[in-house]
T-cell receptor
Framework: EPEVTQTPSHQVTQMGQEVILRCVPI?????FYWYRQILGQKVEFLVS????????KSEIFDDQFSVERPDGSNFTLKIRSTKLEDSAMYFC?????????????FGPGTRLTVL | EDKVVQSPLSLVVHEGDTVTLNCSYE??????LLWYKQEKKAPTFLFML????IEKKSGRLSSILDKKELFSILNITATQTGDSAVYLC????????????????FGQGTILTVHP
């Protein structure tokens, strides 16, 4: 069964460093998302992406964040200058284009630890 | 602000018990409600509900939506230790400008622990 994959599974970085989290969505999906979950808190929406552009972003997704689909398979989240409060689990999700199949499928997540 | 609230926050039962997990929501433009099971990592899709009163069933799990009272329940019968997980409820609302991209607003989850 096709699945969303993410790398790395765990990333440790120093405050102020740039990180890139990578995702490979399910191959026939066209809508892509990033969510994050700070330890002990809710899963929160960050950004949605369709047709090579951001369709919506939350207030969390400030200028330090960017997303890109550099080729036909990868979908990346970049944090330019990490802060301690960016420590969280980051989930990528994808959905196909059929309105009747609303389901977003999630990857296993990348645990980001900012020291 | 869109809100999804789950109850209870945690539940401890023994194998064979039946559990009911609750999810209530207040959103401006409801499209669908989804249940996920989260073990160590990724939320795994369980059900998507869009219509009131129609039960979705998968093995020992079932779920129903009440769009008038704005809630959903997830039932698990004859629980097993493998059912131990965090169960997440999420509501899909349209994207900005009513677009179809949509985003999920999650509840805080119910931690279910099933003892042998």
């Amino acid at each position: 069964e096709p699945e969303v994959t993410q790398t790395p599974s765990h990333q440790v970085t120093q405050m102020g460093q740039e990180v890139i989290l990578r995702c490979v969505p399910i191959s026939n999906h066209l809508y892509f998302y990033w969510y994050r979950q700070i330890l002990g808190q809710k899963v929160e929406f960050l950004v949605s992406f369709y047709n090579n552009e951001i369709s919506e972003k939350s207030e969390i997704f400030d200028d330090q964040f960017s997303v890109e689909r550099p080729d036909g398979s990868n979908f990346t989240l970049k944090i330019r200058s990490t802060k301690l409060e960016d420590s969280a689990m980051y989930f990528c999700a994808s959905r196909n284009r059929l309105a009747s199949t609303d389901t977003q499928y999630f990857g296993p997540g990348t645990r980001l630890t900012v020291l | 602000e869109d809100k999804v609230v789950q109850s209870p926050l945690s539940l401890v039962v023994h194998e064979g018990d039946t559990v009911t997990l609750n999810c209530s929501y207040e959103v401006t433009n409801f499209r669908s409600l989804l249940w996920y099971k989260q073990e160590k990592k990724a939320p795994t899709f369980l059900f998507m509900l869009t219509s009131s009163g129609i039960e979705k069933k998968s093995g020992r799990l079932s779920s129903i939506l009440d769009k008038k009272e704005l809630f959903s329940i997830l039932n698990i019968t004859a629980t097993q230790t493998g059912d131990s997980a965090v169960y997440l409820c999420a509501v899909r609302v349209p994207g900005a400008g009513g677009t179809s991209y949509g985003k999920l607003t999650f509840g805080q989850g119910t931690i279910l622990t099933v003892h042998p």
